[in-house]
């Protein structure tokens, strides 16, 4: 088992190992873990935002898993840039 805590913020890569409930792989960013709850010995439960291909949330949800079988994600696919609308520049003159 892993000695490292899961905190807010962790991108987190769940599979099989963690949970049989992951037939495909889901990346979830923590919210918080659910330590009020009771559960079967090294089990926990969390809750988090399921991450899309683009990083942005997709759903919000709560997952019971096996610690030992988390991957941390170190970093979460880049954001596609947005189109910046700016007003194009001018050279200072005024035209009337």
Same mark, same amino acid.
Not at 34 to 57: F, K, M, Q, V
């Given at each position: 088992?892993?000695?490292?805590?899961?905190?807010?913020?962790?991108?987190?890569?769940?599979?099989?190992? %963690? @949970?049989?409930?992951?037939?495909?792989?889901? @990346?979830?960013?923590?919210?918080?873990?659910?330590?009020?709850?009771?559960?079967?010995?090294?089990?926990?439960?969390?809750?988090?935002?399921?991450?899309?291909? @683009?990083?942005?949330?997709? %759903?919000?949800?709560?997952?019971?898993?096996?610690?030992?079988?988390?991957?941390?994600?170190? %970093?979460?696919? %880049?954001?596609?840039?947005?189109?910046?609308?700016?007003?194009?520049?001018? @050279?200072?003159?005024?035209?009337?």
């Amino acid at each position: 088992m892993t000695s490292r805590p899961i905190r807010s913020g962790d991108v987190l890569l769940l599979t099989r190992e %963690a @949970s049989p409930q992951f037939t495909r792989p889901v @990346s979830v960013r923590v919210i918080r873990v659910l330590a009020d709850r009771h559960t079967y010995h090294d089990w926990l439960w969390i809750e988090g935002y399921e991450l899309g291909p @683009s990083g942005d949330a997709v %759903a919000r949800r709560e997952l019971y898993l096996m610690p030992a079988g988390l991957r941390w994600l170190e %970093a979460t696919p %880049a954001r596609p840039d947005l189109p910046c609308h700016r007003r194009p520049a001018t @050279s200072g003159r005024v035209t009337v």
